[in-house]
C-alpha cells in the first residue's frame, strides 16, 4: 500500500514536473492570495469586505490558471477559469462606474 502511494507521489510530484506543472503552481499561490487579501482586510474592519485588490489577484491567478488549463487541455478549468474572468472583469467595471459616480467612494 505505501509504495503504490509513493509511486503515485513520485509520478505526481516528480515525474511530471516541468514549466506548466511550476505555471500551475504560481497561479494557485496568486489566486489564493486573493482570499489572504480579503481576509486581512476583513479582519481590520472586524466585518467582512471585498478590496479591489481581491478583483485583480482573481483576474491575474484565473488568467495564469486559464493559460495552464488550456496548455493540460483540462475542460473543466478552461470553463471554470474562462467564465470566472469574465466576473471579475466585471466586478472592476461596477466598481469603476461606481467611483466616478461617486468621487468621494
Do not use: C, H
Not at 21 to 48: D, K, P, T
Request: hydrophobic share 55%; proline share 3%; no cysteine.
Amino acid at each position: 500500500m505505501l509504495t503504490g502511494l509513493y509511486q503515485w507521489f513520485y509520478e505526481v510530484f516528480i515525474v511530471k514536473w516541468d514549466f506548466w506543472v511550476l505555471w500551475g503552481f504560481i497561479a494557485q499561490i496568486m489566486f489564493m492570495m486573493r482570499f489572504m487579501i480579503q481576509w486581512i482586510a476583513s479582519e481590520r474592519v472586524g466585518r467582512s469586505i471585498v478590496p479591489v485588490a481581491f478583483w485583480f489577484f482573481s483576474i491575474g491567478g484565473g488568467a495564469l490558471l486559464l493559460t495552464y488549463a488550456i496548455v493540460k487541455k483540462d475542460p473543466v478549468f478552461i470553463a471554470g477559469q474562462g467564465l470566472g474572468l469574465i466576473i471579475y472583469f466585471r466586478n472592476l467595471w461596477l466598481i469603476y462606474k461606481e467611483k466616478r459616480k461617486d468621487p468621494n467612494f
